[in-house]
């Protein structure tokens, strides 16, 4: 009888638990492992610096797990998988999807083109609680609000829980002749910024679980408030894990769900699966709206008089623009991939708002520093910040970075571990040192424009400025 063998081809989904498309293939025959690296149909989105360097390792972990079996490659999918489905007499080919615009056109020709070769291709829901075209509303047309969004997604009960029993059957095909090495992938950058990430990160399967247990004993607790707070270890950490498919927002879930019963809890948890939901929605705005990346879902912002001025722009992406707030949130961000949320709002309105910088330009940057660098994530999240998304924030909703420092950061021990220049400064003046008395100020060593740059733009005179273009729009319209 002849062997069955099946390709199950992994992308966001670098994980052997609870993986939809690896247990189909287990259940028909050996399995041929596969990852592509696609440069070629990625467009203006190929993976950026952090994202590559969190790709190189999580699918070294992906390669240990398989025992040494993932055949790696670098080119056009198509291609690559006629000739692999010829050399090693392939029957089938399977891959969980993703829902990137690009990703979406790719793959809907691929399984076009393979059934036309007389195999059977199928394709699953690995990365998500519901797919995008499963929750609208009853004409059909999709959300553009969050809660009402949520509401429907709670109406369908409790997410399927996965398993991983198949795991006990992984037969696995010997490593392909054609693969190439990780190495060959050139996903890494020699520098020592590369080699320090790895002190604040464990890409891979484990180290999801592991973040997840952190998050689960430390975190969740605290959760509702902490999540605010940037010096708190209140928040998961485990967006880059989930973004990769290390883990699936289904076992998150339900290892949310249960640990919070069983230490009461409840609240907490749906504070948590709140954040799982929006990110749910910003795919399903993603899947309605496929370039929410580049296009104002708002179109009234099309004419806003955007500053073009690329030195605040290189300032801020520096963490140079004499806010200590803003410059930790960057800081952090440029060392370790990642920056708090609630950091990541108020940076991003500073961006957009105070310094009138079009928000596709911090999206852009954020794609290239941030390890869990999301399209939908990303784009949904600018758009917000900037007025011009769905439920978006209003555009006169401007976060002021000194009330915002001293009410999320009172201590300031989040400014002082991203800002050592300022270690020394008194807590009344560290949230707007530029405010304060220069005399003062050099009796701890620190001097404005020299040791810590002075602020860029004048909150007050800014944020009018802000305000008198966002009501330009109003007499075009």
């Given at each position: ?17 609870e ?5 189909f ?139 991983s ?5 992984l ?37 999801a ?80 709206f ?61 961006l ?23 399209l ?71 001097r ?11 909150l ?17 319209s």
């Open positions: 009888m002849k062997e069955t063998k099946s390709i199950v081809w992994f992308r966001q989904d670098l994980r052997l638990k993986n939809p498309a690896l247990e293939a287990v259940s028909l025959g050996k399995v041929l492992p596969i990852y592509i690296l696609d440069q070629e149909n990625a467009g203006d989105w190929p993976p950026g610096k952090a994202s590559r360097w969190w790709l190189h390792h999580s699918l070294a972990s992906l390669d240990n797990a398989l025992n040494g079996s993932l055949c790696t490659f670098n080119g056009d999918p198509f291609k690559i998988l006629t000739e692999l489905i010829a050399d090693e007499n392939i029957n089938n080919v399977f891959w969980n999807r993703c829902y990137e615009p690009w990703q979406v056109s790719r793959d809907k020709t691929i399984k076009c083109e393979i059934k036309k070769l007389g195999l059977n291709v199928k394709s699953f829901n690995g990365s998500l609680l519901h797919e995008p075209w499963e929750v609208s509303k009853s004409d059909g047309t999709p959300y553009k609000v969050f809660t009402p969004y949520y509401r429907q997604t709670l109406s369908k009960g409790t997410p399927k829980k996965l398993h029993d198949y795991l006990t059957n037969n696995l095909v010997s490593n392909s002749k054609l693969s190439g090495k990780l190495d060959s992938l050139n996903l890494l950058s020699e520098d020592k910024w590369s080699k320090e990430m790895i002190l604040n990160w464990t890409p891979g399967e484990d180290g679980e592991n973040s997840l247990v952190t998050f689960l004993t430390r975190g969740l607790p605290q959760y509702k408030r902490g999540r605010d707070y940037p010096s708190m270890e209140a928040v998961s950490r485990l967006s880059p894990h989930l973004h990769f498919g290390e883990v699936s927002p289904n076992h998150l879930w339900h290892a949310v769900t249960e640990f919070a019963s069983h230490n009461k809890l409840d609240t907490q948890a749906e504070h948590y699966q709140r954040e799982l939901a929006w990110r749910e929605f910003s795919y399903s705005l993603l899947h309605y496929p370039d929410l990346d580049v296009k104002n879902l708002n179109n009234r912002f099309d004419e806003f008089p955007w500053n073009k001025n690329t030195e605040l722009i290189k300032k801020w992406c520096a963490g140079q623009t004499g806010y200590p707030l803003i410059d930790a949130g960057m800081r952090e961000l440029s060392n370790t991939g990642y920056m708090h949320n609630r950091v990541r709002m108020i940076t991003a309105s500073f957009v708002k105070n310094l009138l910088v079009d928000w596709r330009s911090g999206a852009q940057y954020f794609w290239d520093a941030l390890v869990d660098a999301d939908a994530n990303n784009s949904c999240s600018w758009q917000w910040v900037a007025g011009s998304g769905a439920d978006a924030a209003p555009y006169f909703r401007i976060f002021n970075p000194v009330t915002q420092s001293k009410k999320f950061d009172p201590d300031a021990k989040y400014i002082k571990q991203w800002i050592p220049e300022l270690t020394d400064c008194p807590n009344k003046y560290i949230h707007d040192p530029s405010s304060a008395p220069s005399s003062e100020l050099q009796y701890f060593g620190i404005i424009g020299k040791t810590y740059p002075s602020a860029i733009v004048d007050k005179a800014s944020r009018e400025a802000a305000l008198n273009a966002y009501h330009s729009l109003k007499k075009i």
